[in-house]
C-alpha cells in the first residue's frame, strides 16, 4: 500500500505560478512512476504529467507543455509539479498517483493509488 497526501494548492491569478506537492508514505520502496491528473467542473479525470522513478523521462499533456514541470525527489519520497503561466482552464482538482509500472500512461486506469487531490482555482 502506498499513501499520497497532496498539498500547495490554492487559489491564483491568471498567468501566476504554483508548486503542487506529493508525498508518498507508506511501501515506498517500490520503483513507481507517479502522475499528475486534474478533474475540471462537469469534465473527466485527465492526464497532467508523468515521470518515471528516476526521474529520466516525463511525459505531459498538451495543454500543458511548456508551463508545467513536473519532477522527484526520492530521498523525501515528494513528487512535485510547477505550474506556470496559470490559465482560467487549468481551474481543477489535481490529483498525484502512483504506478508499478515502469511505463507512463496517460489512462488513469494504469494507476493503482491515488491522493485525495487539491483544489486550484485560477482566477481573471
Known amino acids: 500500500q502506498v499513501q499520497l497526501v497532496e498539498s500547495g494548492g490554492g487559489l491564483v491569478q491568471a498567468g501566476g505560478s504554483l508548486r503542487l506537492s506529493c508525498a508518498a508514505s507508506?511501501?515506498?520502496?517500490?520503483?513507481?512512476?507517479m502522475g499528475w491528473f486534474r478533474q475540471g467542473p462537469g469534465k473527466e479525470r485527465e492526464f497532467v504529467a508523468g515521470?518515471?522513478?528516476?526521474?529520466?523521462?516525463?511525459a505531459y499533456a498538451d495543454s500543458v507543455k511548456g508551463r508545467f514541470t513536473i519532477s522527484r525527489d526520492n530521498a523525501k519520497n515528494t513528487a512535485y509539479l510547477q505550474m506556470n503561466s496559470l490559465r482560467l482552464e487549468d481551474t481543477a482538482i489535481y490529483y498525484c498517483?502512483?504506478?508499478?509500472?515502469?511505463?507512463?500512461?496517460?489512462?488513469?486506469?494504469?494507476?493503482?493509488?491515488w491522493g485525495q487531490g487539491t483544489q486550484v482555482t485560477v482566477s481573471s
Open positions: 498517483a502512483t504506478s508499478a509500472s515502469r511505463n507512463i500512461y496517460s489512462d488513469p486506469k494504469g494507476y493503482a493509488y
Open positions: 507508506g511501501r515506498t520502496s517500490s520503483r513507481y512512476v
Open positions: 515521470i518515471s522513478w528516476s526521474g529520466g523521462r516525463t
